[in-house]
């Protein structure tokens, strides 16, 4: 997590220096996110618009090779290497986006080091000091002691020095009134506003997706349709066990994620992304057409070592059969001769 956390602590400390609350760093630190990957979001679309264009051909394949299985893998590869389209071309920014979410939740559950960059060693005795009462979020749990004043709260500051001491009180995690370092079901209350906020934008965001690729053809079958489903109930479930600023980044990234995803269905429709020049297109049918190459040169290799071997297990089988009628003339040509030799001296010849 620390190697995801890291570089994402940074960017949060520095904009929390500049707003002086953590909600609002966390959403400028989800739009910035957003913007950036929007040009992965484009290539994503395109993708998916060229994916939509080609179903009825696919669908036809489907129909005309539904006995013969390997048939139709080689027909399909054969069609989007036609076409350029990647079937995998999906799956980074989405990678990207867990990778976001657990580089996240590292600094939420962190703050101490990532935004206030206080010595890891002192929050190590912090920590000893709380001993089975730090839970699963002992840096938050600090915070919390500290901004909830008592004796406990004095002993940190002889522990963290006046000046870390200040600088941790003064830490603002509130927003809208909300304490983002606490977890929902550890507190209920008004935090549960979070967590249903974050299952709600999650429906929704899928329920879009679902009907896009519907009207586009692309209907989702199987565990792919329920796995989509489910999502939704995985976000609420997450946004109840971790801190509310975990929620908050959900629901934020979910609408943004709504807004991209409906813009970007207007601006790149499967007709129109079917016609244009796409680069990317061009790189999938190289990609593609290297893939085939090797696949079929893989093909090959392999039919020849099965032929090898089926001419290497013969083999014995043919030495076989010739050795026993190399024997049988052996025994043939004996008999002969001993026969000859029985008739020129007078002998009586009986055969063996």
């Known amino acids: 997590m620390n190697i995801l956390?890291?570089?994402?602590?940074?960017?949060?400390?520095?904009?929390?220096?500049?707003?002086?609350?953590?909600?609002?760093?966390?959403?400028?630190?989800?739009?910035?996110?957003?913007?950036?990957?929007?040009?992965?979001?484009?290539?994503?679309?395109?993708?998916?618009?060229?994916?939509?264009?080609?179903?009825?051909?696919?669908k036809a394949l489907q129909k005309q090779y539904a006995k013969n299985k390997e048939r139709l893998n080689e027909e399909t590869m054969k069609l989007y290497e036609q076409e350029g389209v990647s079937p995998t071309a999906g799956c980074l920014p989405m990678i990207i986006t867990f990778l976001l979410l657990f580089g996240i939740i590292d600094v939420i559950y962190n703050p101490l080091v990532h935004i206030l960059h206080i010595d890891s060693n002192l929050i190590s005795q912090a920590i000893e000091l709380l001993g089975d009462s730090a839970g699963g979020a002992p840096q938050l749990t600090i915070i919390n002691i500290i901004h909830s004043g008592g004796e406990l709260a004095a002993q940190f500051k002889d522990i963290f020095g006046a000046s870390s001491y200040m600088e941790i009180q003064n830490f603002n995690m509130n927003f809208c009134g909300l304490n983002l370092g606490v977890i929902p079901q550890s507190v209920w209350g008004f935090?549960?506003?979070?967590?249903?906020?974050?299952?709600?934008?999650?429906?929704?965001?899928?329920?879009?997706?679902?009907?896009?690729?519907s009207v586009n053809g692309q209907q989702m079958q199987g565990a792919m349709k329920w796995t989509m489903l489910l999502m939704p109930l995985l976000s609420l479930w997450f946004a109840f066990t971790l801190p509310v600023g975990v929620g908050l980044y959900w629901?934020?990234?979910?609408?943004?994620?709504?807004?991209?995803?409906?813009?970007?269905?207007?601006?790149?429709?499967?007709?129109?992304?079917?016609?244009?020049?796409?680069?990317?297109?061009?790189?999938?049918?190289e990609k593609l057409r290297k893939k085939r190459e090797k696949m079929e040169a893989?093909?090959?290799?392999?039919?020849?070592?099965?032929?090898?071997?089926?001419?290497?297990?013969?083999?014995?089988?043919?030495?076989?059969?010739?050795?026993?009628?190399?024997?049988?003339?052996?025994?043939?040509?004996?008999?002969?001769?001993?026969?000859?030799?029985?008739?020129?001296?007078?002998?009586?010849?009986?055969?063996d």
């Open 5 to 58: 956390g890291t570089p994402l602590g940074w960017i949060m400390s520095f904009i929390y220096d500049i707003v002086h609350n953590y909600g609002w760093a966390l959403i400028i630190f989800i739009v910035l996110t957003r913007i950036a990957q929007f040009p992965l979001g484009v290539k994503q679309q395109k993708s998916t618009a060229r994916m939509a264009y080609v179903q009825p051909k696919l």
């Open 191 to 213: 935090t549960i506003i979070i967590p249903i906020l974050s299952f709600a934008t999650q429906i929704i965001s899928t329920l879009i997706t679902m009907k896009i690729q």
């Open 298 to 351: 893989y093909t090959q290799q392999m039919n020849e070592r099965n032929k090898a071997a089926v001419q290497k297990a013969e083999k014995p089988r043919l030495s076989a059969e010739e050795s026993a009628r190399q024997k049988d003339e052996a025994k043939r040509r004996l008999a002969e001769a001993r026969k000859r030799m029985a008739e020129k001296y007078g002998d009586e010849y009986k055969e």
């Open 251 to 285: 629901t934020v990234s979910n609408v943004l994620m709504i807004i991209q995803t409906l813009l970007l269905a207007k601006m790149y429709p499967p007709e129109k992304v079917a016609k244009m020049k796409d680069k990317n297109a061009e790189k999938n049918r």
